[in-house]
């Protein structure tokens, strides 16, 4: 099973559109992209890119600086990213209208959508109008809509399984908005943090998460982090103001998540009315939903039937998704569910050359030293292809395993 990659949003300052884009930048994406952004948003006789190295309370990170007709927003002293777009007041059907016309992808397109339907809806709310009717003052302009496009394109482009969040600090004091003088978090971003973790004290004084920066946490997140997970990268994107007593940076990391020990749920169901030849589509069916294992074995039930006892095992965000699996593919009538604590090996993972063709390793982490399993479909495959038997295959690739291992480990120590 490949490893799953996952994002890990870190707002411990706070979060802002531009800090999204500056954190992606440096978490390999480069810039390119970016600075291509406002043209494919037929917005370029209009907006340019800058993207800068800066010092954050002695951290390096990146700067993201959109110019909308050469200038860009002058910070204020509650400003926590200087974004608060006191431009030109912009109708959510026009913002709309310009993503459904961009060069970007439909996920990136949908979920830009999205993020403004949440800006109007909360403005909405604040102000007692429909959703549709709203006019956009604190993100209603270009630099803002290059802010959303922008980060949702570049998570799109990392590539990675999941969008997680650590809690989101809220500052404190006032910041100065369209309509005055309002206490953070400003009643939209209120709004917008609705259904998210969040963080009161710390450092930040004034406006450390925008509306912007709110509503992208809610399109992109999928949660908090896994339990278990290995940061492999990270990047800092900066906001506006550099105080002295803390980073004003969000913090990104991409990592693997790993299952060395985690909380699980066991999903189990009895059926005794299940002919053979189906049990392996429900084991498909139930792996496709999420489940990491799926075991079964015949069990006596009532009035004298043979049964199956089917039991997948999967992780808790899984469980609702698996249990319907269960119904979908299976004739249970019901299903039971147990949470408890799973334990394996540390594993990655390696692909081996044999014939040409690649077969990946799993290499565990053993008590005694590094083990190696081949993936059965790959020997599988091979060994149809080669009319070669596949235990002789899967010795072959683990034999090849071991011996590269073996060379890395020597490499690495001259």
């Known amino acids: ?191 917008l943090l609705e259904g998210l973790e969040v963080l009161t004290g710390g450092p930040v004084e004034g406006e450390a998460v925008t509306p912007t920066g709110a509503a992208l946490l809610r399109v992109l997140s999928e949660g908090p982090p896994p339990e278990g997970w290995r940061p492999i990268a990270q990047g800092w994107g900066a906001g506006s103001r550099n105080p002295r007593g803390y980073a004003n940076a969000l913090r990104l990391w991409i990592g693997e998540a790993v299952a060395e020990a985690a909380r699980v749920e066991v999903v189990v169901a009895d059926m005794d009315d299940l002919p053979l030849e189906y049990l392996e589509p429900l084991r498909e069916g139930l792996t496709a939903a999420g489940a990491v294992d799926v075991q079964a074995w015949a069990v006596q039930m009532k009035k004298g039937r043979t049964g199956l006892r089917v039991e997948a095992v999967c992780a808790p965000d899984r469980a609702e998704a698996v249990s319907e699996a269960f119904f979908r593919h299976g004739t249970t009538a019901g299903v039971r569910r147990q949470s408890m604590e799973r334990r394996v090996l540390a594993r990655r993972e390696m692909v081996v050359l044999l014939d040409g063709a690649p077969i990946r390793v799993k290499v565990l982490d053993g008590p005694d030293g590094p083990r190696f399993k081949p993936e059965y479909d790959d020997v599988t495959a091979h060994a149809r292809r080669s009319q070669v038997p596949a235990l002789a295959v899967a010795q072959q690739a683990h034999d090849l395993a071991r011996t590269a291992f073996r060379q890395g480990l020597t490499e690495e120590q001259q």
């Open 1 to 191: 099973m490949a490893v799953e990659r996952v994002a890990v949003i870190d707002p411990a300052a706070g979060a802002s559109g531009d800090m999204f884009l500056g954190a992606l930048v440096e978490c390999g994406l480069g810039a390119d992209w970016l600075t291509d952004l406002p043209r494919r948003l037929a917005l370029d006789d209009q907006v340019r890119i800058i993207v800068e190295p800066v010092d954050r309370a002695g951290i390096r990170a990146t700067k993201v600086r959109v110019l909308v007709d050469g200038a860009e927003e002058v910070p204020s002293a509650h400003s926590h990213d200087g974004h608060h777009h006191h431009g030109p007041h912009r109708h959510v059907r026009e913002i709309l209208e310009r993503i459904a016309a961009a060069e970007i992808t439909p996920t990136t397109r949908d979920a830009a959508c999205r993020t403004f339907e949440l800006l109007a809806e909360a403005e909405g709310r604040v102000h007692g109008k429909p959703a549709r009717s709203v006019s956009l003052h604190e993100v209603g302009a270009w630099d803002a809509v290059v802010d959303i496009v922008g980060t949702l394109e570049g998570f799109e482009r990392l590539g990675v399984d999941r969008i997680t969040t650590r809690p989101v600090s809220l500052g404190s004091g006032w910041v100065e908005a369209a309509h005055g003088s309002l206490a953070v978090p400003a009643p939209a971003t209120s709004i």
